[in-house]
């Protein structure tokens, strides 16, 4: 009985402790005294657990209202994001609706400038054969696109339908090596011949004698002498003048008005009325 009291005197001290204080409590809810020596002591030992129990309890449930409003947090984060996610493809969308509208007004204002029966047709793709520089079209023979029509922008020249199937036709571009046209340089009224140069960026002016006037910038269109391309189409502009002590034409490249890498719309222009000349018999008639 010794041996047990003495290995467990401090956890019955406490508890004799506690029992005294809880009478004391009792108690004192009938009549108030003063209290003694066993209550300050209880009042002494119980106190700082009381204490750490109270910090206790606040400290986690502070932690809980922490890690719930950071749960929150995160949720309301995760929200705006994907919010903001949605109004950023939704301004990319705008952007590239105006970017169309824009295309297709200037498109508008040069069919009302030039007049006549036109296609407009949206680009599909580009042909990768370096053999064969061309763009293809959503519009063929069912809307009225064949073989040999011309083809231009807003901007100027884009080149000429080499084949139409039912619904969509490849367009041999300026630039292609095999490509040719009647141009004019419009400050001097001279005639050029433009031909591709396999570049992009370039196209061969040919044909005007070394003697006449040309300066860089000068502004190329085209003639209508070739019977695809109506008159006064804008070609490019004169880079690279080179006059040869010998020789009698001059060399010189032409930078394309239209940028083919930014190409989405096009208008496929009617087909040039041929050229009639008068027969015999219809000179005899006048006669």
Known sequence: ???????????????????HALGMFLGSSRRVREPNLVDRIAFAVTAPVQGAAVATIDGTANAWHQYVSLRNVRRENA?????????????????EAR????????????????????VV?????????PNRLTLRIDRGEGDGVRRGQAVVTADGVVGQVL?????????????????????????????????????????????????????EGDLVVTSGTDGVYPPGLVVGRVTGVQR?????????????????????EVVVLAPQPAASFPTRSDSQVRR
Do not use: W
């Not at 970017?99 to 036109?118: C, F, M, Q, T």
């Open 79 to 95: 929200l705006l994001e994907e919010e903001n996610a949605k109004l950023r493809a939704d301004v990319v969308g705008l952007a």
């Open 1 to 19: 009985m010794l041996s047990f009291l003495r290995r467990h005197r401090e956890p019955l001290l406490v508890c004799l402790i506690l029992a």
């Open 121 to 129: 047709a949206r680009v599909l793709g580009i042909n990768p054969d």
């Open 99 to 118: 970017a169309e509208i824009e295309r297709l007004r200037r498109l508008v204002h040069y069919d009302e400038v030039s007049p006549g029966p036109k």
């Open 244 to 264: 040869q002590t010998s020789g009698m034409f001059l060399n010189a490249g032409i930078l394309p008005a239209v940028n083919f890498s930014r190409v989405e």
């Open 163 to 215: 084949r139409a199937t039912a619904s969509a036709a490849d367009v041999l571009v300026v630039f292609d090596p095999n490509c040719r046209l009647g141009g004019r340089i419009q400050r001097t009224r001279s005639r050029v011949g433009v031909s591709g140069g396999g570049d992009e960026q370039a196209l061969k002016l040919e044909y005007l004698l070394r003697t006449e006037d040309l300066e």
